[in-house]
């Protein structure tokens, strides 16, 4: 028994001296490799990270959806066409005019009625009927248009003041940046559709008179004169056009900047036409081909061909061989850049060009002159008469033909028309500047006959008419 109980006291402490060893030297020594593992690489990843900052949020149209349906409404445009007279017509004593509907959408821009749309949606209409959102229909009267830029702007009266959108600075649009195109097509009213900006300043008509918001919107027949916005509401451009073989929607459309919109709005109310401020450079768009023509290294902004008599840019000092860069703080890549900046802008507003010459960049402040020519249907370029030129056709009013339509040569002979000779009326109405020559051709009647009166080299007057 003594025995027994010796060996199970050894055995005891035995076991007490190898577990007194084992923590005293193994364990401790292991201890500083386990927390230097775990500095460099985390024993645990979370396996659901909710981190807020890196969550990619989906764009959210709804608060800008509100408050863009209600200021946008459905245009109806009713016109009466004069077809040719056919014997069925003569026989049963019937008309041949025949009234023609056309409709399209409108954005409410003022609590007081003003309505803009596009251009083509309301030309030749001899009735204009505006539907709201809630239904009420109202007839509209037209304000005034500009053909260039397709902008047309309406009055409608009401007891009540109506929702509406301000313009919003189109210029701060980036491209890809999120946007709804709101309107009306196919007569389906309040129609919202979402896409993204695909690029700016593009021009369609191939002469650089356009500048449009290019997007992937989808826009269909009934979408003119609707509302491009932004995720925030605001207004930055309006529907106009679609690039389709079809008629219909294939993946782009485009929009008039809300920036040259609100400028031809503006003029249009203040003045009753377009108030248009030139820069008075001729020239084009830089690219590789050009540079290497021109012997200039640089592959973008606008070349400057010649600078014209009496404008700002030569007032300025503005010399043919430099190169505009940017427009106050527009960067000018393309032609359009540089059309679409300047169409925001008035006569007798001062820009800061930054030019490339020689190398070297500087900036020179522009004053932007009204244009001095216009290029009149069928007759050709016209220019504001010089004294001298009035005093030599022995008359108090006229404007002065600076380069004549070829194609009607033969007629131009015929009559003793040059260039140089003094247009001095259309349709009755004495020019006395090509602002009035504009007011007559955008005053003329559907259909109306123009009738233009010339004085011509021998002094004579002669009186052409066309349709």
Not at 245 to 256: D, N, R
Not at 339 to 357: A, E, Q
Request: proline content about 3%.
């Amino acid at each position: 028994m003594k025995k027994i109980l010796t060996l199970v006291f050894v055995s005891v402490l035995g076991g007490l001296l190898t577990l007194g060893g084992y923590k005293l030297f193994i364990e401790n020594e292991s201890q500083p490799l386990a927390v230097e593992q775990s500095s460099d690489f985390p024993v645990f990843v979370p396996t659901n990270n909710s981190v807020t900052s890196n969550s990619v949020m989906a764009p959210n149209f709804v608060d800008a959806a509100e408050k863009s349906l209600d200021a946008v409404v459905h245009v109806k445009n009713t016109a009466i066409l004069t077809g040719p007279t056919s014997m069925r017509d003569l026989f049963y004593g019937r008309s041949s005019q025949r009234a023609q509907v056309g409709t399209g959408s409108g954005v409410i821009i003022s609590p007081t009625g003003y309505i803009v749309t596009n251009n083509h949606v309301i030309k030749n209409a001899n009735e204009i009927s505006i539907t709201l959102n809630d239904n009420k229909s109202y007839s509209a009267e037209l304000i005034g248009t500009d053909e260039t830029t397709d902008i047309a702007l309406l009055k409608i009266d009401t007891d009540d003041d109506l929702p509406f959108m301000a313009f919003g600075d189109s210029d701060n649009a980036k491209i890809g940046e999120w946007v709804l195109a709101v309107g009306n097509p196919f007569n389906l009213n309040s129609t919202v559709t979402a896409g993204i900006i695909s690029a700016k300043s593009r021009d369609l008509s191939g002469n650089h008179s356009q500048s449009f918001i290019q997007t992937d919107a989808a826009v269909n027949p009934g979408n003119s004169g609707g509302a491009l916005v932004n995720t925030n509401g605001d207004l930055i451009g309006i529907n106009t056009a679609i690039s389709s073989q079809t008629g219909s929607y294939i993946g782009y459309s485009f929009a008039v900047p809300s920036n040259i919109a609100r400028k031809i709005v503006n003029d249009i109310m203040e003045y009753g036409n377009v108030q248009n401020g030139i820069l008075g450079v001729v020239g084009g768009a830089l690219n590789s081909k050009a540079a290497e023509e021109l012997g200039t290294e640089t592959t973008e902004g606008f070349y400057v061909s010649e600078v014209q008599e009496d404008t700002g840019a030569e007032e300025a000092g503005i010399q043919s061989g430099d190169i505009i860069k940017k427009v106050d703080n527009v960067d000018i890549n393309k032609f359009s850049d540089l059309t679409g900046y300047l169409k925001t802008k008035s006569p007798d507003d001062v820009v800061n060009v930054t030019l490339l010459r020689d190398g070297d960049e500087e900036i020179v402040p522009v004053t932007l002159l009204k244009p001095s020519s216009y290029m009149l249907p069928t007759i050709g370029l016209i220019k504001n008469a010089a004294d001298k030129d009035l005093k030599r056709f022995n008359t108090e009013y006229g404007v002065k033909i600076s380069k004549l339509d070829k194609s009607n040569k033969l007629s131009w002979n015929k009559n003793g028309v040059e260039e140089g000779s003094i247009i001095t009326k259309i349709n009755g109405k004495k020019l006395y500047s090509i602002d009035d020559a504009q007011s007559a051709i955008k005053t003329r009647q559907y259909n109306e006959p123009l009738q233009i009166e010339v004085i011509n080299t021998d002094g004579e007057k002669v009186v052409f008419n066309f349709r």
